[in-house]
């Protein structure tokens, strides 16, 4: 005689469902700490990216400087 393939066990199903919750939450810490990581290095690159260009800027405008001041001397 089989037993009644028709019952479910519950306490069992339960266990596998207590797992693969503190599965998903452990998986979730861990992309929560990667995004705030790569937020970091985005405003990080954005920032040097901001300071370059404010450099890129000021020897653009010593060089304006430098020309105009040549171009005044050739005169």
């Not at 199903?13 to 970091?40: F, G």
Request: aromatic letters at 2%; zero cysteines; proline letters at 0%.
């Amino acid at each position: 005689e089989h037993a009644d393939v028709r019952t479910v066990d519950y306490e069992a199903l339960a266990m596998l469902n207590v797992s693969a919750t503190q599965e998903l939450a452990r998986q979730v810490e861990e992309l929560k700490a990667r995004a705030t990581k790569a937020e970091a290095a985005a405003q990080q690159a954005a920032s040097s990216a901001a300071q370059t260009t404010a450099a890129l800027e000021s020897l653009a405008q010593r060089l304006r400087v430098l020309e105009a001041g040549g171009e005044q001397a050739r005169r």
